[in-house]
T-cell receptor, first 116, second 113 residues
Framework: GAGVSQSPSNKVTEKGKDVELRCDPI?????LYWYRQSLGQGLEFLIY????????KSGLPSDRFSAERTGGSVSTLTIQRTQQEDSAVYLC??????????????FGPGTRLTVL | AQSVTQPDIHITVSEGASLELRCNYS??????LFWYVQSPGQGLQLLLK??????LVQGIKGFEAEFKRSQSSFNLRKPSVHWSDAAEYFC???????????FGAGTRLFVKA
């Protein structure tokens, strides 16, 4: 597709269950980001992948959160033992680099996670 | 560490009136600056970006923003607001390595008839 896609668009789960959120970036974009947007809040950086480099995990809120990126393309964000405070919209973005280090992020539509 | 402040949580303007949304940033060098818009239930769409050069940046949908280094600001403006501009607006600052982009908390724009 032409843009960043995310699945599922909505996910309702019970407290304590594990969830997996998927992101398909734009083909050819080497960098991928995950953000979390809680109700009425801005975007909270979670994790960043760049090519084959080790990911920047500095934004992950706890060790229940993890992410991987396979083959430099698709990424999966996993939340283990979900808690109600994990309820949010999870946004994925891929990055296009222009000349030099100028860049632009393209965002997916997000996955709305609700933990009951 | 870089940071972004959007002082106004929400703003209401009349249709046809001018708009200015404020953004202040903190960054040790010349930052990369962005404005995004998020309509209800939608993802984020880039309105405009600043990397260097001309400090007045034109974007899509009739928006512009001005980078003022002395004030550490990057305010978004539009001369005449349309009802369809009602949305959430996010200012963001990126480091020149492009490794991390930090977003402000957002300003929600309401447009009244």
């Amino acid at each position: 597709g032409a843009g960043v896609s995310q699945s599922p668009s909505n996910k309702v789960t019970e407290k304590g269950k594990d969830v997996e959120l998927r992101c398909d970036p734009i083909s050819g974009h080497t960098a991928l980001y995950w953000y979390r947007q809680s109700l009425g809040q801005g975007l909270e950086f979670l994790i960043y992948f760049q090519g084959n480099s080790a990911p920047d995990k500095s934004g992950l809120p706890s060790d229940r959160f993890s992410a991987e990126r396979t083959g430099g393309s698709v990424s999966t964000l996993t939340i283990q033992r979900t808690q109600q405070e994990d309820s949010a919209v999870y946004l994925c973005a891929s990055r296009k680099v222009y000349g030099g280090d100028r860049y632009e992020q393209f965002f997916g539509p997000g996955t709305r996670l609700t933990v009951l | 560490a870089q940071s972004v402040t959007q002082p106004d949580i929400h703003i209401t303007v009349s249709e046809g009136a001018s708009l200015e949304l404020r953004c202040n940033y903190s960054y040790g060098a010349t930052p990369y600056l962005f404005w995004y818009v998020q309509s209800p239930g939608q993802g984020l769409q880039l309105l405009l970006k600043y990397f260097s050069g001309d400090t007045l940046v034109q974007g899509i949908k009739g928006f512009e923003a001005e980078f003022k280094r002395s004030q550490s600001s990057f305010n978004l403006r539009k001369p005449s607001v349309h009802w369809s501009d009602a949305a959430e607006y996010f200012c963001a600052v990126g480091d020149t390595g492009g490794f991390k982009t930090i977003f402000g908390a957002g300003t929600r724009l309401f447009v009244k008839a």
